[in-house]
């Protein structure tokens, strides 16, 4: 069958040679329409110009790398004329040499993702010519009805050649037309647009070839140079075919998917396609005004609902490239059924012993924190801010809150704090109940992190259950959750998913068949790389030198994947350069974030049993020493029994790692009150005892019987090696609840203790009553910010040790690790020459000790200077009778009397009450300013010398009504001040060159690795 008239297209363009006139077949016109942009411009702009077949019917479109076969468009005819609604027909299309099968309609889900259901290799058998109505049709060899082309207003004009055909068959169908395929209608198509650059004669040869590495490559990377515009034209038929209410939520997904998709796409490998990923995105966007066109004319011609697609989409679930049932394996073959219910078991048991891992744990960590429900102190236990917009103000700002507060970047542990309350705080859950959680439930968030690296190791369920249990019990873990350290327990908890990316291959799965023993055809599946980058950040928030470390661990796996440290880099990257700045505070990068306390440390050999600290009794000397030793001796019996390199490896890291975290426990990293607080190294000991625990596994672990055959992981084992291992969880869960029972006993006292004595403890204690008084509570949720200095120490032996609080006790944002570091630096160096280097520190510690000592007006005034709203001697402070003797002496202090945290006294020089920001007139009058702890807005009705109690810097800016104001000198020699010539709207903030940029960069990256995470879990 022959048509009735041929029309050919000839576009032009750059590196396209014309269509010469001489070779038009006779009865063919030849229509000359330009740069065209597209299939459906080219046929828009030729139907414009009175083309011949503009007056037909129906339209046959063929592709200049498309040969039809003989019968084709009788085939066509007929199964277009089969009812008026027929808008498109389809055909089945074939590879150049008609060897492979290649499309038969298209397969789409509600985003436009295709289902291949067609093999890259598979012959054309009659296999799917039952197929009749589908969502769409390609355009090349479509067989299409005028008047329905009439009716949608033609093809898309933003999209071809991809994407166009499935766009044409939903606007069809909601036109109320069908779009169907006619089977025997068998199109050549070369599909040049696929794979560019490949000559249509060759791409057959090559997709056979598929064995061939050079094949492979030169297909693969032709695919690659069309990605963007296959990826661009799936974005754009997702975004035309969703609701009008759901665009703007699928257009800020798409932002925050894009980069995750193109970090994941360089992560795996595929970096060829990394970049047109986000060029295909900035393709979309600047197609916009052509969607928002698009979807009014598709609006115009529908007359039927969306919800008529539905039964011609494919569900999302249908895309798993899985196997086509649980009993073929990747080749398709059929899995022997003895295989099969073998797998099934183990899915099962795995789970069940996950499940009992996490009950025990769960037991444990209930006694061992039972009480501990209305707050914790002590220790290293720092508070956070109740509100969580403060703690994240505070996280990403370029001014620390602490004290007189410090020009740098938050601590670490800040913004990891900041960033897991975040999903909780509209439910009003606030950081600090996060953060006791967090604590608390370190034991089981332990276990169930090691659950799935375990895997690794082995497939045995008895030795994933007992070195899950083991890494939950670590002296580490228990001993950083006993002293309050957040940071270590988070750090600990971290390591395992970290560890599990950088492991090359997963134990295969050994399963007893009718063949005898063979691998079990499972893809074991690892961490992908969105988690991976989230451990890695969690590890750099809790201790910063982890990050090298991290960044070593990956790049033994493959230089590709360092790239996912680089969210951490980013966002620990103002504490590094801190410390570039402050060389002095080196000594931070030694420690774990968060706050410190002085601690007792633990011996040599404690260390080399996993111990961070010195036990609290010797229940807790048996239970830790136990533990510690035990794993090590299994990893010396392993390694005296297997002789591998990389068991050796593995011990004299361990050795060298636990060598490292006793040495760097003597180094002195702040102070706490008047002593030294040394730097916690907990994590340096989780790495040691995590290898210590992966040598130990294999020498418990079953995998080879007596003539050195592989064992199936449920073969039968010997009665002593059965016993063997229940003796180990025995133990296990003896030393569990023994540290459990240590840990409640130790804060048997606590209710009857003032609660100022136990945050002096090394471990944490149950809050009996609050810290801060109820009056200091309230300035410092007033509007002038008051804070709240401790006394504490013996005036009449000269020591006065002062602390400002601006939260309720030590504060979480009150300062960095590199803040505490160089604050220890120049306390040692003022104990040397007698003065102190930083006016702020020196002026606080003189009117602390002048006011019990020597008490006048202008010490009351200097400490109001400081925002020093209320004075607080806790019950349980030293020389707690002659200091509040020194107080009483003192004018300008009102005494409120005895509360249930101690004895306080306002300070309220001439009456007047203290504030962070106040206004001192010419005239001798101060003027107090509403304000937060970082920031200042509001209007002011005076004018004179603008002060804040916070320490000068160059990076305080301050305006009036949009006026910037002048920076005067510092007033007392240390805080900030402005000149303020007239009233108006003030506005006060702190901002250093560095902070946007960090912001920016940080953002992209928290938002790319967390969308990546969304993925939980990768094939390997």
């Known amino acids: 069958m022959a048509p009735r008239s041929l029309t050919i297209i000839d576009v032009a363009g750059r590196r396209v040679t014309p269509f010469p006139a001489d070779r038009v077949p006779r009865g063919a016109e030849l229509v000359r329409v330009g740069r065209a942009r597209n299939l459906g411009d080219a046929i828009r702009r030729a139907y414009a110009q009175g083309a011949p077949f503009a007056s037909e019917p129906w339209w046959w479109i063929l592709h200049d790398d498309s040969a039809p076969e003989p019968e084709c468009l009788s085939e066509l005819v007929q199964a277009g004329t089969v009812g008026k609604t027929v808008g498109a027909v389809g055909v089945k299309q074939l590879s150049w040499d008609g060897s492979r099968l290649l499309e038969l309609g298209i397969f789409a889900t509600a985003s436009a993702r295709r289902l291949e259901r067609i093999g890259d290799d598979e012959i054309d058998q ?215 219910a073998s797998m099934r078991s183990y899915r099962i048991r795995s789970a069940s012993t996950g499940l009992a891992l996490l009950i025990v744990t769960s037991m444990i960590a209930g006694l061992q924190w039972w009480g501990a429900a209305s707050g914790l102190v002590g220790g290293a236990w720092v508070s956070l801010p109740a509100s969580w917009w403060d703690l994240w103000s505070a996280a990403w700002a370029g001014w620390i809150p602490g004290g007189d507060g410090y020009a740098g970047g938050a601590d670490p542990l800040t913004i990891l704090m900041a960033l897991l309350s975040a999903p909780v705080a509209p439910l009003g ?33 008895r030795v994933r259950f007992l070195v899950s249990l083991a890494w939950a019990l670590s002296p580490a873990l228990l001993m950083s959750a006993a002293h309050g350290v957040l940071a270590g327990t988070l750090a600990h908890v971290a390591l395992p998913i970290l560890a599990a990316y950088c492991v090359s291959a997963a134990a295969p799965l050994m399963v007893a068949s009718a063949s005898g023993v063979e691998a079990a055809p499972t893809n074991p599946r690892g961490v992908n790389a969105g988690c991976a980058g989230l451990a890695v950040l969690v590890l750099a928030c809790c201790a910063p030198w982890t990050l090298p470390l991290s960044v070593a661990a990956l790049m033994c796996s493959s230089r590709r994947r360092s790239i996912v440290a680089l969210p951490a880099a980013v966002v620990v990257a103002p504490t590094y350069l801190s410390i570039l700045v402050h060389p002095l505070a080196w000594a931070a990068l030694t420690s774990t974030t968060g706050g410190v306390h002085a601690y007792t ?105 007596e003539d050195g055959e592989r064992l199936a992981w449920d073969a039968s084992v010997s009665v002593l090696r ?124 003189q009117a602390a000790y002048t006011l019990v000592v020597y008490p006048d007006d202008a010490t009351v005034a200097a400490l109001a200077a400081h925002d020093v709203d209320t004075i607080l001697v806790p019950y349980g402070a030293s020389g707690a009778q002659a200091l509040a003797f020194g107080l009483d002496r003192a004018g300008g202090l009102e005494k409120v009397g005895t509360t249930n ?9 001439s009456a007047l ?12 009058i101060t003027t107090d300013v509403g304000s937060s702890q970082l920031r200042v807005d509001g209007n002011v009705d005076a004018s004179g010398t603008l ?22 000198d510092p007033v007392d020699g240390w805080a900030q001040a402005f000149d303020m010539p007239a009233a108006g709207h003030l506005t006060v903030t702190y901002s250093a060159w560095w902070i946007i940029p960090w912001r920016v960069g940080a953002g992209i990256c928290l938002v790319v690795v967390a969308a990546s995470a969304l993925s939980v879990w990768r094939k390997r």
């Open 126 to 340: 009659g296999q799917y010519d039952g197929t009749t109505d589908v969502l769409g049709v390609g355009t090349a060899g479509m067989f299409l009805r005028a008047e329905a082309y009439d009716t949608i207003g033609g093809f898309d004009p933003a999209l071809g050649p991809f994407g166009d055909g499935l766009d044409m068959g939903r606007r069809l169908h909601l036109a109320g037309y069908r779009v169907i395929v006619a089977p025997r209608a068998r199109v050549r198509h070369a599909r040049t647009s696929m794979t560019p650059g490949i000559d249509p004669t060759q791409a057959s040869a090559l997709w056979e070839d598929t064995d061939s590495p050079e094949a492979v490559a030169r297909l693969v990377s032709a695919q690659a140079k069309s990605f963007r515009r296959r990826r661009a034209a799936q974005m754009y038929n997702w975004c035309k075919a969703v609701p009008a209410l759901a665009l703007p939520f699928l257009a800020l997904w798409l932002l925050l998917w894009t980069p995750a998709r193109a970090l994941g796409r360089f992560v795996t490998g595929r970096a060829t396609l990394a970049l047109p990923e986000i060029a295909a995105l900035l393709s979309l966007v600047a197609a916009t005004p052509r969607l928002l066109a698009g979807r009014a004319r598709a609006a115009q011609s529908r007359t039927v609902p969306r919800s008529s697609l539905r039964a011609l989409e494919i569900a999302p679930a249908a895309l798993r490239k899985e196997p086509a049932g649980e009993e073929e394996d990747d080749n398709g073959e059929r899995i022997d059924p003895l295989v099969v």
């Open 429 to 461: 859950v606030t950081p600090g109940a996060v953060a006791t959680f967090l604590l608390v439930a370190s034991s089981p968030l332990a276990a169930m992190a090691a659950w799935v690296p375990t895997r690794c190791l082995t497939t045995s369920l």
């Open 601 to 705: 440390r633990a011996s040599s050999w404690f260390a080399f049993l996993g111990m961070p600290a010195a036990p609290q009794s010797t229940l807790d000397l048996i239970a830790s020493g136990v533990l510690g030793g035990g794993v090590a001796l299994l990893a010396l019996l392993a390694v005296a029994r297997h002789r591998t390199t990389a068991l050796v490896t593995a011990l004299s890291a361990a050795l060298v790692a636990a060598l490292c975290g006793w040495a760097a426990s003597h180094v002195g990293v702040g102070l706490d009150g008047a002593l030294v607080a040394s730097a916690w190294t907990s994590p340096a000991f989780s790495v040691s005892f995590g290898l210590l625990l992966i040598a130990a596994s294999q020498l418990i672990a079953p995998m080879k019987d």
């Open 722 to 845: 059965r016993g063997g291992t229940t003796l180990l969880a025995l133990i296990l869960v003896g030393i569990g609840a023994t540290q459990s029972a240590v840990s409640f006993a130790t804060r048997g006292d606590a209710s009857d203790t003032p609660t100022y004595a136990l945050a002096q403890r090394e471990t944490v204690s149950p809050v009996a009553t609050p810290i801060i008084s109820a009056v200091g509570s309230q300035a410092q949720r007033s509007s002038r910010a008051g804070r709240v200095l401790v006394l504490d120490g013996d005036p009449t032996n000269g020591t006065v040790n002062a602390a400002l609080w601006r939260g309720n006790g030590r504060s979480l944002t009150d300062a960095s690790p590199a803040v505490r570091a160089l604050a220890l630096s120049h306390a040692r160096a003022g104990a040397i020459t007698g003065t102190l280097d930083d006016p702020a520190t020196a002026s606080l510690a």
């Open 901 to 909: 945290s101690g004895i306080v006294w306002r300070v309220r020089p």
């Open 913 to 924: 009450k203290p504030s962070r920001v106040r206004v001192e007139s010419s005239g001798g």
């Open 947 to 968: 002060v804040l109690a916070e320490r000068a810097d160059s990076g305080w800016r301050a305006s009036v009504d949009g006026v910037a104001l002048t920076p005067t």
